[in-house]
């Protein structure tokens, strides 16, 4: 069992930045692939990126490449959604994940473990 809380999500101008925190609960967070996921209003949970358990591989979802940075640290059980250039389509509600499965899987299914959410707006 892990718990998940988020952090960092807020109100930003397009272009800008916000790095959002994901808390983990638990002695075995290095064992999780991570990931953040996040939902519009009126829109399926759309996969945004994950980090593999030893923070070696990342992977990220085609609307945000280039512009988004998952990082892992298992020494404080944390993993971060740094996220630039924010476009008005990133608003949506963010959600860090955890999965016992392996980083190749993005699919929502895939994960076992779900925070609350951050919302994140970014104005035009």
């Known amino acids: 069992q892990v718990q998940l809380v988020e952090s960092g999500g807020g109100l930003v101008q397009a272009g800008g930045s916000l790095r959002l925190s994901c808390a983990a609960s638990g002695r075995t967070f290095s064992s999780f692939t991570m990931g953040w996921f996040r939902q519009a209003p009126g829109k399926e949970r759309e996969f945004v990126a994950a980090?593999?358990?030893?923070?070696?591989?990342?992977t990220y979802g085609r609307r945000v490449k280039g512009r988004f940075t998952i990082s892992k640290d298992n020494a404080k059980n944390t993993v971060h959604l740094q996220m630039r250039s924010l476009k008005p389509e990133d608003t949506a509600v963010y959600y860090c994940a955890a999965s016992w499965g392996m980083i190749g899987d993005t699919s929502r299914s895939g994960y076992d473990y779900w925070g609350q959410g951050t919302q994140v707006t970014v104005s035009s």
């Open positions: 980090i593999a358990r030893s923070g070696d591989r990342t």
